[in-house]
């Protein structure tokens, strides 16, 4: 169970193949649990800048970015995908784990926009939506099309038909570091379509796990894990996301307090690790080289879960249980298909996050040497048309 969803963790190839397929060849995934909304209207920037740190307004036609929504204390209420269109609307991509409140917020922000004289329509699509990723992902697609795929950088976007099957967008994005697209198709034809691609022998189809360690590889965040609305960007080290322009004007929400951050240096910040033994989990104690506390331990509802033990979080990540982005823990982890060793994140005290910083990780009460690695992990082969 996904966020209401039954998902596959794999099919039958299994995750350690399906994961290195995808670096080598191609996979597909079937990602409709995503949200998908379009923004009409003439105040529709004006809509999206009131809700995100990120600059709308610069996106080119067809071009989108990844951009935070946040609230007033400067938390991470979901990471999302915003794309001028070509036509006439925002198409935005979020999290299904996210829908309900991220739909409320929107709603509820048009409404008010609304009332006073602004020009905004929600309407939530229907579409199934399908990543094919990896790096014969270009030749396997451009069979099917009639548009020019080395003409579609990343993060842009097109309308066509997709393998006879009208109405499809095509955005060149992913999860996995790898070249990829994510089609937005017509539910009634998706399975005709996921079967055409399927169709191709070099084609896997691909599940959860998969997309999980492919997206930690690359060093992606995966939301109510390593962000959360008790994490702002300048912790998560997503500051990338803020546009010039919104970081002058201040009008986003929680712009004070993240932007008070940056000009003192948030006091813990999200890190990568790396470390030889037992895999690293989720929950997992990060500490100094001589097994000292790197975070603030012991205050009310960290150190169980900083221990591995207290899981309350995963079921209420509104509970004083959460703690997945506490200092001196681990949020992502597992042993790395690509890399033979084992990959982890988690947030840190800021003077322990510096690259090649030596600590330790505590796995069944036992202490073994970690390092403070750059992310990505494994290379990003994101492709940009010359």
């Known amino acids: 169970p996904f966020a209401g969803w039954s998902l596959p963790l794999h099919y039958e190839q299994g995750h350690l193949q399906s994961h290195l397929h995808t670096r080598r060849r191609c996979s597909l995934f079937d990602v ?138 095509i955005t060149r994005c992913g999860y996995t570091g790898e070249d990829g697209v994510e089609i937005s198709v017509p539910a009634e034809r998706a399975v005709e379509l996921a079967e055409q691609l399927l169709g191709v022998p070099e084609v896997w189809p691909a599940g959860l796990a998969a997309r999980d360690s492919l997206r930690l590889e690359a060093g992606l965040c995966l939301y109510g894990n390593d962000i959360d609305e008790t994490t702002t960007p300048a912790e998560a080290g997503l500051m990338w996301t803020l546009g010039k ?61 900083a221990h591995g033990r207290g899981r309350g979080w995963a079921a209420n990540p509104h509970s004083p249980l959460h703690v997945s982005t506490s200092p001196g823990t681990v949020t992502s982890g597992c042993p790395s298909p690509s890399l033979g060793k084992n990959i982890a994140m988690g947030y840190v005290e800021t003077a322990h996050s510096r690259a090649g910083t030596s600590l330790t990780v505590e796995v069944r009460k036992k202490q073994h040497p970690a390092l403070v690695t750059k992310m990505p992990f494994v290379p990003t082969q994101y492709y940009m048309a010359k």
């Open 32 to 169: 409709s649990h995503m949200l998908q909304t379009r923004v009409y209207g003439r105040d529709r920037i004006k809509f999206m800048e009131s809700l995100v740190v990120g600059d709308i307004a610069e996106l080119k036609p067809g071009q989108g970015t990844l951009t935070l929504l946040t609230n007033e204390r400067g938390g991470i209420v979901d990471d999302l995908i915003v794309t001028n269109t070509s036509e006439d609307h925002l198409y935005v991509v979020s999290n299904a784990g996210c829908a309900d409140k991220d739909l409320a917020i929107m709603r509820g922000r048009a409404t008010e926009l609304q009332a006073a004289g602004n020009d905004i329509h929600l309407e939530v699509s229907d579409n199934a939506l399908l990543a094919l990723q990896g790096p014969s992902m270009a030749q396997v697609l451009q069979a099917g099309l009639s548009d020019d795929l080395a003409k579609l950088s990343f993060m842009n976007s097109i309308t066509t038909t997709v393998f006879s099957v009208p109405g499809c967008r």
């Open 245 to 305: 322009r919104r970081r002058a004007a201040m009008d986003f929400p929680g712009a004070a307090i993240i932007m008070a951050q940056v000009k003192e240096k948030p006091k813990r910040k999200r890190v990568g690790l790396t470390s030889v033994g037992p895999p690293i989990r989720p929950h997992t104690a990060i500490l100094g080289p001589e097994g000292t506390p790197v975070g603030r331990w012991g205050q009310k509802g960290w150190s169980g879960c």
